[in-house]
């Protein structure tokens, strides 16, 4: 059994799911989304089983990112995940759609995540991926101190704003003692398509600095490119392309990188937490 942090409710497991592991970034914006839904449909494009779970209650964006908008059954009180790209979903998007926002308060926030891990069938799956809110709050807190992550990957850009946020986000899963099995920066440079100069929209290097001056191991950098936000826009992550795409190459290289780290990261935490390969 994981650690306690705090002394708190215990950290417990999902039945069923080997490995949780959360999506988070202290700003807004940097492409947690986007890296998780490219992330857990490369998961599921090398074969393991899948899981996405839209913690963004606030502002889901997984349904449109993933091209799906149904509403869920339940079945005896437990809700039936969607699928779509071999990836089984639930997010708040899909019951309540639309553009109303909702406003909840600490305590029903925690109870709808505490729904969406433990009254949704995800069956048996290698990996859910939770695709966590901007900041460094309740929600996080909440989701971190009652599951048993695996793992947290922390989503940042190369500018300084974007990485003091992340140096947050990486502090705060070391609070509650979730390893960081890496940090990813996204949107790291632009290619022209005229002259294919690399140009540093928001500066370049920070990513993989911050990472080594904290200790964290970097996970790579992602371009910035409009086939990415297509792909996010139009449901059809770019992940659905096949591997001669050099960004669906990138994602699924990063998911390669993120099942070897959750391994790894199992086996310095000891025993207790199963490995899978
Ligand atoms: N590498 C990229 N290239 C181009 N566009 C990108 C890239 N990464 C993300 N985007 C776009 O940037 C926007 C923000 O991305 P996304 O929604 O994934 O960020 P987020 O961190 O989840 O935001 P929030 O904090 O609001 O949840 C989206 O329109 C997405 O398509
Ligand atoms: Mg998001």
């Known amino acids: 059994m994981a650690t306690q942090p705090h002394g708190e409710q215990p950290q417990l497991p999902i039945p069923g799911v080997q490995h949780l592991i959360a999506v988070g970034s202290g700003k807004g914006g940097v492409g947690k989304t986007t890296v998780a839904v490219n992330l857990a449909v490369a998961l599921a494009g090398l074969g393991y089983k899948a899981g996405l779970l839209?913690?963004?209650?606030?502002?889901?964006?997984?349904?449109?990112?993933?091209?799906?908008?149904?509403?869920?059954?339940?079945?005896?009180?437990?809700?039936?995940?969607?699928?779509q790209y071999g990836?089984?979903?639930?997010?708040?998007?899909?019951?309540?759609?639309?553009?109303k926002p909702l406003v909840w308060r600490g305590p029903m926030l925690h109870s709808v995540i505490q729904q969406f891990l433990r009254?949704?069938?995800?069956?048996?799956?290698?990996?859910?991926?939770?695709?966590?809110?901007?900041?460094?709050?309740?929600?996080?807190?909440?989701?971190?101190?009652?599951?048993?992550?695996?793992g947290a990957i922390v989503v940042t850009t190369p500018s300084d704003v974007s990485l003091e946020d992340a140096r947050k986000a990486v502090n705060m899963f070391g609070q509650v003692r979730v390893p960081i099995l890496g940090m990813v920066e996204n949107m790291s440079y632009l290619t022209c398509p005229h002259c294919?100069?690399?140009?540093?929209?928001?500066?370049?290097?920070?990513?993989?600095?911050?990472?080594?001056?904290?200790g964290v191991y970097f996970l790579g950098e992602l371009a910035l490119d409009p086939a990415v936000r297509i792909g996010g826009d139009s449901g059809n992550p770019i992940t659905l392309k096949d591997s001669g795409d050099p960004h669906a190459a990138a994602y699924f290289q990063m998911a390669r990188d993120v099942v070897r780290r959750v391994a790894e990261v199992g086996q310095e935490s000891g025993p207790s937490i199963e490995v899978t390969d």
């Not at 963004?56 to 869920?72: A, F, K, R, S, W």
């Open 119 to 150: 009254r949704v069938n995800w069956g048996e799956l290698d990996y859910l991926i939770i695709d966590l809110p901007p900041g460094t709050g309740d929600v996080q807190l909440s989701l971190i101190q009652t599951a048993s992550i695996s």
């Open 87 to 99: 990836v089984r979903l639930m997010s708040m998007g899909f019951l309540s759609p639309g553009d």
């Open 54 to 83: 839209d913690a963004d209650v606030y502002g889901p964006n997984v349904p449109l990112m993933m091209g799906i908008q149904e509403t869920p059954h339940a079945v005896d009180d437990i809700i039936q995940p969607l699928e």
């Open 196 to 214: 294919h100069e690399r140009i540093d929209v928001f500066s370049t290097g920070g990513g993989r600095r911050t990472a080594e001056q904290m």
